[in-house]
């Protein structure tokens, strides 16, 4: 064969064999795209389809504006105002080239401008989300840096500054304690707390698709969910009411070095309405975290105490409703102490005698034995069902947080001695709030209401108010009875312990109350008190004033707290319109 031929046939072999080569090769690969077809598809599909989602798609949250909280008059007590929040995308943060922007260098950029931790925000812009909050409720001076910064550095998408809202208390530290302060994201005590969801509303959301820039692309799918706003609360105080008891308060703390501090509870005995709660220390409602939490305990519902002698009232009423003494009638003997099953419990006059004495005078004298004699002649069965109609045995349901319930005797163990001692309101343990909505009782024709601290509810969305009714309890005692207990407050005022609380001009009905140290407690020092009502007859206003710790010479609740709410009714009253007969 020629040799021509030779190197042809070899030539076309050859040419055969790396065509076979190619084909396999090239078979090998389709074979190798399809199998990572399939795997794409039907192993990492929903997920990638997820992470298109995420890149393709913004989620912002609309804040809901938290309910503004006013005070009866329509003073501003408590309100959100406008600040920023920043997120960001942390798959698009890119240059205006479109590169991406290096974690560390955002990062740094909110350490440098909001003082925010390194490692735990580089944590949150590396995150695998579409939309991470990176800090809230920033004021405009800061975010204006911010915004300066991004545009100095060219960093033109994947930030989100959306506008928000930061809560805040035009009188710092006015009624404090009462209204409690709120946190990043819920109400931290008081009324913030107790009436959140009702203040917070419900936040919106916003879902857009955007392009590479961040930018929405028109006509995209988009979803939006409108943000409710939160209701706005009016509450029953009275500001220019509020300020003067606090005033006198602090005032009353320092000068008597009361070390435990004190409260001044100011309530309508007929409607329910509290109109002035104070509670001492205060704190700046701006600056929650610059006291300990303890502070901001509202301590005229959380606390409990000894009344003393402010619970005789109590217990006459609770005579007289039972036809076991009337007024006038000389009734009692005090020879300066009682012997109770070997125990000497003395009168505060000891050795002194009130001698002969009606019930009128006993509240007038504040006597203990006359008290301990009184209380008795009462079954303590009849004495524990008055006890707990009058609202000592329970909480009284006031709209706030935290509200603590007293401790009393158990009917079944009660001894002789704790009987005598729980006469003159001793060895037992009640709220204020309990005992001013009990003695209130006593001023409003025996009938108990509630006390109650919010007014209405506005739904800002709407405008509609819901108006708080007052809710009357029971009956505890009668007309009658009330009266003649109102009647002994004012001669207790007139011609008793009670007259350094007389206020020339004015009728007023009061009690006063000293606690001495519980000796399992000698620290606590002693606690003084003073309730009192006006007009004495026809009460418009009840007030009960409260000193903890005194340990000083001076710690009689007619001389330390009778004077306080002297100078309180003394501006209260005539604001309130309560005429005095005084030209």
């Known amino acids: 064969m020629p040799k021509k031929n030779i190197n042809k046939q070899n030539t076309t072999k050859l040419f055969s064999k790396r065509l076979l080569i190619c084909a396999i090769c090239i078979s090998v690969i389709f074979f190798a795209l399809i199998i990572r077809l399939i795997f794409l598809q039907f192993v990492q599909g929903s997920e990638l389809k997820e ?32 600040v920023d929040t920043i997120s960001i995308n942390p798959q698009k943060v890119k240059y205006s080239d479109e590169k991406d922007v290096p974690p560390e260098v955002l990062t740094q950029i909110f350490v440098d401008v909001f003082g925010l931790d390194y490692n735990s925000t580089l944590e949150k812009v590396t995150k695998n989300a579409s939309t991470v909050v990176i800090v809230s409720k920033i004021e405009k001076e800061k975010v ?47 009324i913030e707390s107790a009436w959140d969801s009702v203040l917070t509303g419900t936040r919106g959301r916003k879902t857009t698709t955007t392009d590479s820039a961040n930018n929405e692309i028109p006509n995209a799918d988009q979803s939006y969910v409108a943000a409710q706003n939160g209701y706005d609360l009016t509450l029953t105080i009275d500001v220019n009411i509020q300020s003067i008891a606090e005033k006198y308060l602090t005032a009353a703390v320092t000068e008597n070095t009361a070390s435990r501090g004190g409260n001044v509870i100011i309530m309508n005995p007929s409607s329910g309405d509290i109109l002035a709660m104070a509670s001492s220390p205060v704190y700046n409602l701006n600056e929650p975290f610059s006291v300990d939490m303890s502070t901001w305990n509202n301590t005229t519902i959380t606390n409990t105490y000894e009344p003393g002698s402010t619970f005789k009232l109590i217990n006459a009423a609770i005579a007289l409703e039972e036809n076991i003494i009337d007024t006038d009638t000389k009734s009692f003997y005090c020879n300066s102490y009682e012997n109770i099953s070997g ?46 109609a009058f609202g000592l045995f329970s909480r009284t349901g006031i709209s706030s947080a935290g509200e603590g319930n007293s401790l009393f005797h158990d009917i079944n163990n009660l001894n002789s001695v704790e009987l005598a001692t729980m006469s003159f309101g001793q060895r037992i343990n ?61 001669s207790v005022v007139t011609d008793g312990t009670g007259r350094y609380a007389a206020i020339p001009g004015y009728s007023i009905g009061g009690k006063t109350g000293t ?69």
């Not at 393709?56 to 804040?63: E, F, L, P």
């Not at 209204?179 to 109400?187: A, C, K, L, R, V």
């Not at 050795?351 to 005078?361: D, K, N, V, Y």
């Open 343 to 388: 125990t000497i419990i003395k009168c505060w006059k000891y050795p002194s005698m009130h001698e002969s004495q009606s019930l009128r005078e006993a509240l007038m004298n504040s006597c203990n034995p006359s008290f301990m004699q009184l209380i008795s002649r009462i079954d303590k069965q009849t004495l524990y069902k008055y006890y707990e």
């Open 51 to 82: 992470s298109a989602y995420r890149q393709q798609t913004t989620n912002k949250i609309i804040s809901a504006k938290r309910g503004t909280i006013y005070d009866s008059t329509g003073k501003v007590l408590a309100k959100s105002i406008p």
């Open 515 to 583: 606690s001495e140290a519980n000796p399992n407690k000698p620290d606590e020092g002693y606690t003084a008190s003073y309730i009192a009502v006006s007009p004495a007859l026809n009460p418009e206003i009840i007030i009960l004033v409260t000193l903890y710790g005194l340990n000083g010479t001076s710690y009689q609740g007619s001389s330390v707290a009778g004077p306080v709410v002297k100078q309180i009714l003394s501006e209260v009253l005539p604001y309130m319109g309560i005429a005095s007969t005084q030209n």
């Open 144 to 190: 204006d840096i911010f915004k300066q910064i991004l545009a100095e550095k060219k960093i033109t998408s994947g930030i989100n500054i959306d506008n928000d809202t930061k809560r805040y208390y035009p009188y710092d530290s006015l009624a404090s304690t009462l209204i409690g302060s709120f946190g990043t994201d819920n109400g931290l005590a008081g």
């Open 430 to 490: 009640v709220t204020p709030i309990q005992l001013i909505t009990a003695v209130s009782a006593i001023a409003n024709d025996g009938v108990l209401v509630q006390p109650k601290i919010v007014k209405e509810l506005t739904n800002t969305d709407t405008g509609a108010v819901t108006t708080i009714d007052t809710v009357n309890v029971r009956q505890v005692i009668s007309k009658e009875t009330s009266s003649k207990m109102l009647d002994m407050m004012q």
